[in-house]
């Protein structure tokens, strides 16, 4: 399995800002697409999965989709994500993960609002089905071999 869910804490909703607030927040890197950006944490969020994540990790964000989004790999050093949905996106959503042919799909999950989960991002992915902006937590741990 390429897309596991983890039994991590719940992250406390005063903590997550208005979606209006996340959509137009200051990106985290130059790069946005503009159909898929990256918005910087707000420092109380950060904190708090500093403090509640039994990993270390070295970049936290929100992730923002607006639009489809190709099949992919994540950048190089980015191995895994461990996500937590905001906004599906739409009520028949699905991240795939594909074969090196990127047709054959090896994986396909509808997966749950607020509950953590890994996704093995160095695997060929993408989301289908989102009709409606779609909205994440997302860290990247330091040492992504034991989600592996």
């Not at 489809?68 to 996106?89: E, S």
């Not at 991240?95 to 396909?108: A, F, G, L």
Request: net charge neutral; hydrophobic share 35%; aromatic share 10%.
């Amino acid at each position: 399995m390429f897309i596991k869910y983890i039994d991590l804490p719940s992250v406390p909703e005063d903590l997550i800002p208005p979606i209006d607030s996340i959509i137009n927040g200051k990106s985290y890197s130059r790069n946005d697409r503009s159909m898929f950006k990256c918005k910087e944490i707000n420092p109380e969020l950060e904190e708090w999965l500093k403090k509640s994540m039994p990993f270390e990790f070295y970049a936290c964000v929100f992730q923002v989709m607006v639009g489809w989004l190709p099949i992919h790999v994540d950048t190089k050093n980015r191995m895994v994500a461990i996500n937590y949905l905001l906004c599906q996106g739409g009520k028949n959503v699905f991240t795939n993960i594909y074969d090196n042919d990127k047709i054959t799909v090896i994986e396909s999950k509808n997966i749950n609002l607020k509950q953590w989960h890994s996704i093995q991002t160095h695997k060929l992915h993408n989301v289908i089905g989102h009709d409606t902006t779609r909205i994440s937590i997302s860290v990247s741990p330091t040492d992504y071999e034991k989600f592996m």
